[in-house]
């Protein structure tokens, strides 16, 4: 697996054939206990976290709620730690 150093769109390689993803451990992705990983963002967002169970990439899904402006949902990925 080539190592990421920033955030990026593209899906990377898996050290398995695919990723597993699981939501993280707020000690892995932050948050609070009772919803580890997801985090609410400006203008109605909300963003999720979750990690290859394989390879520890982090995959970032922004998602938009229901009154938000762009209803456009992103994925970014990111090295874990």
Do not use: K
Request: charged content about 25%.
């Amino acid at each position: 697996m080539s190592t990421l150093n920033h955030r990026t769109d593209i899906e990377p390689n898996c050290t398995h054939q695919e990723h597993q993803w699981r939501r993280g451990e707020v000690e892995e992705v932050g948050g609070c206990r009772e919803n580890p990983g997801v985090f609410s963002c400006p203008d109605d967002r909300m963003e999720i976290l979750e990690v290859c169970d394989h390879c520890g990439v982090i995959r970032t899904t922004d998602e938009p709620g229901l009154c938000a402006h762009d209803q456009n949902t992103y994925v970014s990925y990111q090295e874990g730690s």
